[in-house]
């Protein structure tokens, strides 16, 4: 496998890590307890996939599991995951205002987050970009 593989396959797994946190930050919103099965039944996917993702996100200090098979968000995660959260309801919602359908707002705003660093991304919620036309790109 080549750089630029590798460096794809990193970029999806970041992806990944994003959309299981974000996830986990939503159903904690309206839960107390999440469990895997939770967070499978949420995200659509394979109880074995989210026990596998878990893991990992155990692993590298996102998330913790408490004696009753419970899922919570460490300090770490908890910052990913909103982080990640405010990243796509910004782009989704200012699709859907482009006049952009929502589900594929929805969908283009998640992978526009993952794109940006955070640092791009506050500087543009800040207001930080030039329309179009002060541009000259027209």
């Keep these: 496998m080549n750089d630029t593989q590798k ?5 999806i797994r970041q992806e990944s890590r994003e959309d299981y946190l974000e996830a986990l930050f939503l159903l904690l919103k309206e839960q107390n307890e ?3 099965s939770d967070l499978a039944s949420f ?3 394979s109880r074995a996939s989210v026990s596998q993702a878990v893991l990992s996100l155990e692993r590298d ?3 913790l599991m408490d004696e009753k098979y419970c899922l919570h968000l460490t300090e770490q995660g908890s910052l990913k995951a909103e982080i990640t959260h405010r990243k796509h309801i ?3 919602k200012n699709l859907v205002l482009a ?5 594929l707002a929805d969908r283009e705003g998640s992978r526009m987050g993952h794109a940006l660093s955070n640092e791009s991304f506050e500087r543009i ?5 030039q329309k179009e036309e002060e541009l000259k790109l027209i």
């Design 34 to 36: 999440i469990r895997s």
């Design 125 to 129: 919620a800040a207001g930080g970009m």
């Design 43 to 45: 995200m659509g996917f």
């Design 7 to 11: 460096n794809r396959m990193n970029q």
């Design 61 to 63: 200090g996102f998330l």
């Design 90 to 92: 910004f782009f989704e």
């Design 99 to 103: 006049g952009v359908a929502p589900v």
